[in-house]
């Protein structure tokens, strides 16, 4: 464990000229500026991947003689002094969005937003997968629309697990100790320089807890660390793994980010105006309010009705086991002190958390507690609000399902993280700077049409090409890493995968409801597919397991047992440790984006909207954010719900579609060329699929509905959605 309890003030000298770059990096705001690349990666490319894309890390690391050659390089500097010009300028800007069209505009009352993961960047473990994600792409869109936001979360000591497969394709783990001198993460100090610690009951002791700044342009995200010398060395593991450990583990964790998330907030003397759940992992942070008001002198009943008051919940998952529970048993092991402080019997704080009120066996509920205590609830979807309104309906006697006061707002992505480079640089060029902002305007959006198509499906193929490159490279290493000849090692960059052909990529956690072996119901009809020589077509796989599912290992251990075929060795390709990196070189490369979900459990998906933005279609099923999204010209829709709920019978109705729209449609369209070389109708569907599906689809107006229908006290709960329409969603509140 870890001792040293540093300031991460980043503690390297830079040279004067490049002193600037510290602020920089300690600000993820550097990650969604295009700039990114040459000012970081241009220091030392080598260095550069060595350090994981971390440019505290790598400013840590780099000779003193290459900082001395850079802040005498007057080019260089020239792209310095323009990256701290944008960032100062962007830090300092007044006049945002929220600045003029949030209700209730008030920087020192911001929301409290509240989640167990964050997935900012590859270099921050803090996330799993989606999840994190969206609250990472939240975060920065309420940074770019000025929205006043602090977030809360966890700062795990070794993150979430690191994935390799044996030689066979068994999933194994291994976890990584994160230095958090390297991470741009800060240890809050008082004004004394003491460090600031909250204390969180556990058990039977009180467990103290840290807290780390980190800096999302301008949101700050604060990450709760119980790993300090004093305390337990049980509890010093309370924050160890995302996701890891038992039961125990889990009511921990979600106690601190909670109970503690609260207390530290007060701690720092920050007074949220709303407390959002992003997922019940945080739900007990009402247990905390409650046991506030309640020692204020009010009864349950008014503590709870003010309470209600500045709370809001998202649920994120119809899949049952995604909502956590916990046992009455265990519920008394962690909070018999507890609710004798909320001047309540057991019964009566067990309740609070059962679906059935009066079942005294019934598990405590996180996602129950969260709207019961919510003034405003959501899912992610048109289809995830209508199945949350179904499968809560029991919370609300005496209402109909529609009167279910679940609202929606479908997720979206943060446009600027995930777009590659080269195509923001073209849609700036072609439909206007700050074309992100008045997307919803259609004759921005109809500037798409503007771009050549031959410079599109150039860029596009370029795209492409680096991410053959990148995927040889990690199969290589993988290889190498399980020991394989050297010949096989080098067989991956010499033959594997094609940067010329149709490129299809699979890449999404392995449960069992995403069937990521859909392509394989039929082996010998997909070995046809994807063994062709005429028509050829190569498949892009990546995505963890959870540790204890051994059934979604096995999907990974199908596919990949499939794919050793002599005809598929080169055409299928796994890559091992799904995460933000890997993703964003899929997004932008790949030419099809296959999602096969079972329905309607996919409650929004987000990766097929990272890679509409840049150009790539979507073959998916009918479910989640695609129901909303699919228009028949911008990618295909799999399949169709069948009568009854034959699981078998779906599956193979599913994977017939699938197979029927690659051989009849997605292949034949992809070599569909003219004289020139260019696949003409592909590129209108590429286009197609930019102007229909980037104006929705991402998180600015994401952010701005939950602003407007979900924070804004002064909404009922069932408000509709607002129209995003005219020129751009800026005007519209
Ligand atoms: C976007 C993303 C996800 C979420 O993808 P889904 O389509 O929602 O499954 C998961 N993991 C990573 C690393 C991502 O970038």
Known sequence: ????????????????????????????????????????????????????????????????????????????????????????????????????????????????????????????????????????????????????????????????????????????EYYENSNFEDLPVTLMRDEHGQVVTIEVPIRDRMVKVQVWRVNVGRVQLYLLDTDRADNDAVDRWITGHLYGGNIDTRISQEIVLGIGGVRMLRALGIAPAV???????????????????????????????????????????????????????????????????????????????????????????MTVLAL???????????????????????????????????IHITNGVHARSWISPLFWEMYDRY??????????????????????????????????????????????????????????????????????????????????????????QDPDRALRIFSSQEFPVQLLLAGKAHPKDEEGKRLIQKIMEWARHPALVNRVAFL?????????????????????????????GTSGEKVAFNGALNLSILDGWWIEGYNGKNGWAIGEEIEGHDIAAQDLHDSLSLYHLLENEVIPMFYDRDEKGLPRTWIAWMKESIKSLAPQFNTDRMVAEYVCNIYAGSCAVTAPRPVLTGAGFKADF
């Open 1 to 172: 464990m870890n001792q040293a309890v540093t300031n991460t003030e980043l503690g390297v000298k830079l040279p004067r000229p490049l002193q600037r770059l510290q602020d920089v990096a300690m600000n993820y705001w550097w990650t969604w500026t295009p700039d990114r690349l040459t000012v970081f990666r241009d220091m030392d490319p080598a260095l550069w991947e060595s350090c994981r894309h971390s440019p505290v890390l790598m400013l840590r690391q780099m000779s003193y003689m290459r900082l001395t050659q850079l802040a005498t390089d007057p080019w260089y500097l020239n792209q310095v002094e323009n990256l701290v010009r944008n960032f100062d300028s962007y830090m300092t800007q007044k006049e945002t969005w929220a600045f003029h069209s949030m209700p209730g505009y008030d920087l020192q009352r911001p929301v409290a937003y509240f989640s167990a993961e964050y997935g900012l960047d590859e270099s921050l473990p803090t996330y799993s997968g989606g999840l994190g994600c969206l609250a990472g792409d939240h975060l920065k869109s309420a940074s770019d629309l000025g929205v006043p936001l602090v977030a809360v979360g966890l700062l795990y000591r070794q993150g979430y697990f690191h994935q390799r497969l044996d030689s066979n394709n068994w999933q194994t």
């Open 275 to 365: 407390f959002h759940m992003n997922e019940g992992h945080a739900a007990f942070l009402i247990l905390e309010l409650l046991r506030e008001a309640t020692a204020g002198g009010l009864g349950l009943q008014e503590a709870g009705d003010q309470v209600r008051q500045g709370c809001v919940f998202t649920t994120h998952t119809p899949v049952p086991a995604g909502h956590d529970t916990f046992s009455p048993d265990l519920m008394d092991t962690f909070f018999s002190k507890f609710w004798p402080q909320l001047g309540i019997d057991r019964k009566t704080f067990l309740a609070l958390g059962a679906k059935r009120v009066d079942d005294p066996w019934d598990n405590f509920n």
């Open 372 to 406: 019961r205590y919510a003034r405003a609830s959501n899912g992610v979807s048109e289809k995830h609000g209508e199945v949350s309104r179904e499968m809560f309906q029991v919370l609300y006697p005496g209402k109909t399902t529609e009167e279910v006061p679940i």
């Open 431 to 520: 439909l206007g700077t700050q074309w992100e902002e008045h997307l919803s305007d259609p004759e921005v959006r109809s500037r798409v049409d503007r771009i050549p198509d031959e410079e599109l499906w150039w860029k596009h193929e370029a795209l492409r090409e680096r991410l053959i490159a990148f995927a040889r490279h990690q199969v290589a290493q993988a290889r190498r890493r399980r020991g394989e000849h050297e010949d096989w090692v080098n067989a991956a960059y010499a033959n594997l995968l094609d940067p010329n052909i149709l490129t299809i990529g699979f890449a999404r956690r392995f449960s069992t409801y995403k069937r990521a072996n859909l392509i394989i």
């Open 576 to 604: 091992e440790d799904y995460d933000i990196h890997t993703a964003r070189k899929l997004v932008q490369g790949v030419d099809v984006w296959l999602n096969n979900p079972r329905r309607p459990l996919e409650a929004s």
